[in-house]
């Protein structure tokens, strides 16, 4: 068992993160697999509360639940096992065999397959309502909630998005903090490199220019937005745990959208800066907590570059000797 888990471990480095700082850390111990936050790769001044570290670790954990299944088994997940631990986020544990099906598999294939696309979609092919059905199921598979905002609604997300990047810029802490994870090097195995953020183009919602400006190494594409769908991933509470599971379900969604051939990104700059939260709150009907905004559509071109990875097996260790604090 212990081998099943080192390599749900190890498939878990997939997942989406905030500016790819992949701030996770694997233990396998007793055919036990525990996820701690890595305090060393949260981001302090982009993400003082650790909500967008969490959500990304949320992401990690469901992208090894995944790979478990596609191995044929269903795991127990315990989250937030530890109050005296507060970075042990979950333990995954009781692993039982069960066969895997053609949907776990899709499933599966889809963490190689998903990337971020912060490109212009295709113009004018909409996304199908019954894949935006699809979203909503797996986000509710999760214990979330997916809102789509209508079109009027778009406009008002714009709003968000254009004043928490004019917040960021004036926020020299947070600046400078964006400008190391975004000059990482040739070398990096992290952050967010030039060639995956698209330069300046018209769009109902602008997407984060990473303080990259004219840096920005990827051209925004032929299409439009106009078939984007924006949707947020909601929990009633907002809470560690309540972050822990946005994750979960941003990676069931992103991962289901992959799967039916979409394409798309994450928007965190509205969900950084209080007063641009604030303002996405007010949109969801019924009521809740946005912890992440994604939008999706159809790729207009070939596939951008992707972000680099760390070596899937760095993140991953044996239990500490007896007595180790690894909180």
Do not use: K
Not at 264 to 274: A, L, R, T
Request: hydrophobic share 40%; aromatic share 4%; proline share 9%.
């Amino acid at each position: 068992m212990s081998t099943v888990l080192h390599q749900a471990a190890r498939d878990a480095g997939l997942a989406p993160s905030v500016l790819n700082s992949q701030p996770w850390r694997w233990q396998v111990h007793d055919d036990v697999l525990d996820l701690y936050a890595d305090l060393d790769r949260r981001l302090p001044d982009v993400d003082r509360h650790g909500r967008l570290m969490t959500i990304s670790c949320g992401a990690a954990l469901h992208h090894a639940r995944v790979a478990l299944a596609a191995a044929g088994y269903e795991p127990a997940v315990d989250r937030l096992p530890d109050r005296a631990r507060p970075a042990l986020l979950a333990r995954i544990h009781d692993c039982r065999a069960r066969p895997a099906t053609p949907e776990s598999l899709d499933t599966c294939r889809s963490m190689q397959l998903r990337h971020t696309d912060r490109r212009l979609f295709a113009a004018g092919v909409p996304v199908p309502g019954e894949v935006l059905s699809r979203l909503r199921a797996a986000a509710a598979s999760e214990g979330a909630r997916l809102h789509q905002l209508p079109h009027q609604d778009v406009v008002y997300l714009g709003y968000a998005a254009r004043g928490a990047q004019t917040v960021g810029a004036h926020d020299a802490r947070a600046a400078a903090e964006l400008h190391r994870w975004t000059h990482r090097g040739a070398d990096a195995r992290d952050g967010v490199p030039p060639g995956t953020v698209a330069g300046p183009a018209a769009r109902p919602v602008p997407v984060r220019d990473f303080g990259l400006g004219g840096e920005a190494a990827l051209p925004p594409g032929d299409g439009d937005d106009a078939g984007a769908v924006y949707m947020v991933v909601a929990t009633a509470g907002d809470e560690p745990v309540d972050w822990l599971v946005a994750g979960e379900a941003v990676s069931a969604v992103w991962l289901t959208a992959t799967a039916q051939g979409l394409t798309g990104s994450p928007m965190s700059d509205v969900i950084e800066i209080p007063g641009a939260r604030v303002l996405v709150r007010s949109l969801l009907q019924p009521p809740g907590q946005p912890q992440l905004v994604l939008r999706f559509g159809v790729a207009p071109t070939a596939e951008p570059p992707a972000s680099l990875r760390r070596p899937a097996a760095e993140p991953v260790t044996e239990a500490p000797d007896a007595g180790e604090d690894v909180s």
